[in-house]
């Protein structure tokens, strides 16, 4: 478990580590850059998810197979899901391209501000679609196989690829005119091609891993049917999600520019604290599905209170740590008191938010692993938008306590559905959820 972790964990700091780079060299040279760019992180969020209902629906049922020693099913698997990612990325790049314009006149922001969010999506989320949805696939296959260290490394050379071209877009170097916002969205366009080639020549030269893309006309229709029947619904749970946020940024913005950049700061800073029960739900969930595919659900039964224990433990501990150390790490994004202000009280809030999101983050994916997807699914847009978006608007807008009434919100319904997803596993009714 250790050594399927730790690859993961590294792989997400890095990429949020460079997401936190990306951010700061942004505001060092336009605050309205920042705005831009955290707006539309929503919306690539979100294409993110819709790819991620062929991944995760992959990943679960390729862990089952391989688990349960059915190879031939697991290069099916791999074959189904490239199809589905293929058609997947171009139907969202059809919609960014043609529907951004129109989804950015809906928003009450400086003309300034909406052309620089239009040129940063269409050109990240337009033209990069296909090959981030083979990035992710390639990666989710690979990690299913357990080389988790592969991704990792892949994962750093396309950031740095990524830091290199923000840099010489946003200071000009080598004597090159400064790009902005459109070089910035570029670099992120370039890493994404990058990583989509060392991907695919990592999974060419490992034997035991099959990813053969010839022959997808013969896969069985039941295969599609089973990653969809998992993938679907899990990915419905981080739909629900990212669309309540992209509500609750719509609210945010009643208040300004100041208290928009204060959100992105204070999301960019709180990355970095639950990175770890991330990394360890991801592992966890791979380790269920071959438990489950291996009839042995009792083992992942005991195991998952230890790794919970740890997730919460690094999660908190992170989270202290940071708000002792607050004032100097605030500075390295902003200059600007009142924007600087604003984070620090959203930073001392956000010990509640990141208490119930550590039980999130490895509990559901724990019965994700298993194959009980409908639960988690149905609980949580109850929860999501009953608790987290209505509450914002009751709390935050209606009452008047601003962005402190939506993160009281936001940690209410993270910490609720954390508890009620730990009883959910303590009930054992995931057992016979099995795929296969």
């Known amino acids: 478990m250790f050594a399927l972790t730790l690859p993961i964990i ?10 936190s780079v990306d951010t700061f060299m942004l505001g060092s040279w336009s605050p309205k850059a920042v705005a831009a760019a955290g707006m539309m992180a929503q919306y690539i969020f979100l294409i993110t998810i819709l790819m991620n209902v062929i991944c995760i629906g992959t990943s679960i049922v390729l862990s089952q197979y391989l688990g349960a020693k059915r190879e031939e099913e697991a290069t099916k698997v ?6 589905m990612i293929s058609l997947t990325a171009l139907t969202i790049s ?68 990524n830091i290199i071209g923000n840099a010489i877009s946003l200071y000009g170097f080598f004597g090159l005119p400064v790009f902005g916002i459109t070089g910035v969205a570029i670099s992120s366009l370039i890493s994404q091609i990058a990583a989509c080639i060392l991907l695919a020549w990592r999974i060419k030269i490992k034997k035991d891993v099959h990813f053969p893309l ?29 669309t309540a946020q992209i509500v609750i940024m719509k609210m945010v913005t009643i208040y300004g520019t100041w208290a928009m950049s204060a959100m992105i700061y204070t999301q960019t800073i709180a990355r970095f604290v639950f990175i770890a029960a991330m990394s360890i739900g991801a592992a966890v969930q791979i380790k269920t599905g071959y438990f489950v595919g291996a009839k042995q659900p009792e083992a992942a ?17 992170m989270i202290l740590v940071i708000n002792l150390i607050k004032g100097p790490l605030i500075s390295l994004f902003t200059q600007v008191p009142e924007i600087a202000t604003l ?69 209410s319904d993270e910490t609720i559905r954390g508890f009620v997803m730990l009883l959910r596993w303590k009930s054992k009714r995931w057992m016979s959820k099995a795929l296969i």
């Not at 896969?219 to 990915?235: C, D, E, H, W």
């Not at 930073?347 to 194959?371: C, D, H, M, P, W």
Request: glycine share 10%.
């Open 78 to 83: 791999t074959q189904a899901s490239a199809v």
């Open 301 to 317: 039964y005991r195991r998952l209170y230890r790794y919970q224990a740890l997730a919460t433990a690094l999660s908190m501990t």
């Open 10 to 19: 590294l792989e997400n700091s890095f990429r949020i580590l460079v997401s």
């Open 94 to 161: 059809a919609l960014v391209l043609f529907g951004t314009r129109p989804l950015l006149s809906q928003y009450d922001i400086e003309v300034e501000v909406r052309d620089m969010a239009w040129r940063y999506f269409t050109i990240f989320g337009g033209f990069g679609s296909l090959f981030m949805a083979f990035s992710l696939l390639q990666g989710t296959v690979l990690r299913a196989y357990g080389y988790t260290k592969d991704a990792m490394y892949i994962s750093m050379i396309a950031n740095v690829i």
């Open 343 to 411: 984070t620090s009280t959203l930073l001392v809030y956000s010990i509640f938010i990141e208490f119930g999101r550590s039980f999130n983050l490895v509990t559901i994916s724990a019965l994700k692993g298993a194959g009980d997807v409908r639960f988690p699914v149905l609980f949580g847009v109850c929860s999501m938008w009953g608790i987290m978006v209505l509450g914002s608007y009751v709390i935050g807008v209606r009452l008047g306590l601003g962005l402190v009434g939506i993160w009281l919100s936001i940690g």
């Open 214 to 242: 010839s022959g997808w006309l013969t896969v069985p229709r039941n295969i599609y049917r089973v990653i969809l029947k998992i993938g679907v619904p899990t990915a419905g749970e981080n739909l629900a999600y990212n």
